[in-house]
């Protein structure tokens, strides 16, 4: 994509990052992603906000079966995580810090177009399996991305930033679906393992990874 638009590449991002992890905490000794910026950029992409509200860690405890929910070590982490009030209560507090990453980074980048890219969907709709969870842990983890979703939406609204809607192009096309663009938990994949050559669960598939470069190229050229 960026060889398309005659751009240069520049890649921070980190697994599990949060919006602290962009704005001010160094992630595994790398320093916060936002010191990237130097003001040259002319298109800043970012996916953030999953990791502060547990939406992927959610999926994963649910994926858990039940003896290992149980034990000791775990049982109050799948408890919290699994947990609608919790959630809520994340919810709650990662709008201003997704507009806080929209800000600071159109602060260090003036001249760049700044396009916020929601997460794919994972989850099929209500009423379809996603095995191994339950249906009220999938009916959770919908609540989550529906709603980290529209906080995002919003957050660019807000920041004058622009929204790349990849969770709303990726709805038939969610990790339970016939032609998936992401990896879904199953039998195999329970403890967040990824097979060789394979992407880890929960996480995109090359198809998924070429759709959103699809779609931010697409609004480049708005």
């Known amino acids: 994509m960026a060889e398309r638009l005659n751009l240069d590449l520049v890649d921070v991002t980190?697994?599990?990052?949060?919006?602290?992890?962009?704005?001010?905490?160094?992630?595994?000794?790398?320093?916060?992603?936002?010191?990237a910026l130097d003001g040259s950029e002319a298109l800043v992409t970012v996916t953030i906000g999953g990791n502060d509200v547990g939406y992927i860690p959610l999926l994963v405890v649910a994926s858990l079966p039940n003896f290992a929910r149980r034990l000791?070590?775990?049982?109050?982490?799948?408890?919290?995580?699994?947990?609608?009030?919790?959630?809520?209560?994340?919810?709650?507090?990662?709008?201003?810090?997704?507009?806080?990453?929209?800000?600071?980074?159109?602060?260090?980048?003036?001249?760049?177009?700044?396009?916020?890219?929601?997460?794919?969907?994972?989850?099929?709709?209500?009423g379809v399996g996603a095995p191994p969870l339950s249906e009220d842990d999938a009916a959770l983890g919908r609540h989550v991305a529906e709603t980290l979703e529209r906080l995002t939406a919003e957050a660019a609204v807000e920041t004058g930033c622009e929204i790349v809607r990849a969770a709303a192009a990726s709805r038939d096309h969610h990790?339970?679906?016939?032609?998936?663009?992401?990896?879904?938990?199953?039998?195999?994949a329970r403890y967040v393992v990824p097979l060789p050559g394979r992407p880890a669960p929960l996480h995109p598939k090359e198809a998924g990874m070429h759709a959103v470069a699809r779609a931010i190229t697409a609004q480049w050229g708005r």
């Open 14 to 35: 980190y697994s599990g990052a949060t919006t602290a992890a962009v704005l001010t905490d160094y992630q595994r000794g790398a320093p916060p992603q936002i010191c």
């Open 175 to 188: 990790a339970w679906s016939v032609q998936p663009w992401a990896e879904k938990t199953g039998r195999l």
């Open 72 to 126: 000791p070590m775990l049982r109050g982490w799948v408890a919290d995580l699994l947990d609608r009030d919790a959630r809520d209560r994340a919810l709650a507090t990662v709008f201003d810090s997704l507009c806080e990453v929209g800000r600071s980074i159109r602060k260090r980048s003036p001249n760049a177009r700044v396009l916020f890219v929601d997460y794919l969907t994972l989850l099929p709709p209500a």
